[in-house]
């Protein structure tokens, strides 16, 4: 099968980025592949490619989303924003690294999960950027960490807020 190529422009982490199928990739290919395969962002991973793990988020448009369940097509127009995007002082990424108290222990045991969390708290603080820990929990429910750093994720994800709220 043969198909009209086709030109996506898109911007990810403020760098434009012009693509084309043939060239660049398929039109069949995910944004996860195509950002991590032709673009070099491999912070976002790819685990289980069907939407079920939250490894592969990225924001999209400022909103959190599944780069394996879209096409690169899709993303046309878009800007992109990926963990190799944020500053070393960007509060997510700080309060994630922070976290250590008692009793939650560490949000990032081998941090394979680690970018996604990062990603999908960041969408969703910019949402509702004072949170209880429930709406933390149902917010970040469709990410897993295999080492089971859930309280310690939600406990940054909370901190991270505070940050946000103490910097304006
Ligand atoms: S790799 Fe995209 S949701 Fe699991
Ligand atoms: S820290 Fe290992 S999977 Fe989450």
Partial sequence: MTFAEQTVRLVVNDSAVVLETGRDFHPS???????????????????????????????????????????????DGHEVLTIEGLPEDDPVVQAFAEQCEPGYGTAMQCGFCT????????GFLFENPDPTLEEVKEALSGNICRCGCYP?????????????????
Wanted: hydrophobic share 50%; with cysteine; charged share 20%.
């Fill in 29 to 75: 290919d995910t944004l996860a592949s195509v950002l991590r395969d032709r673009l070099g962002y491999t912070g976002l991973k790819v685990a289980c490619d069907q939407g079920a793990c939250g490894a592969c988020t990225v924001l999209l448009d400022g909103r959190a989303v599944l780069s394996c369940m879209m096409l690169a097509l899709e993303a």
């Fill in 115 to 122: 970018p996604g969390f990062v990603m999908a708290a960041k």
């Fill in 152 to 168: 310690a994720i939600a406990q940054a994800t909370l901190h991270a807020a505070a940050k946000m709220k103490e910097r304006g």
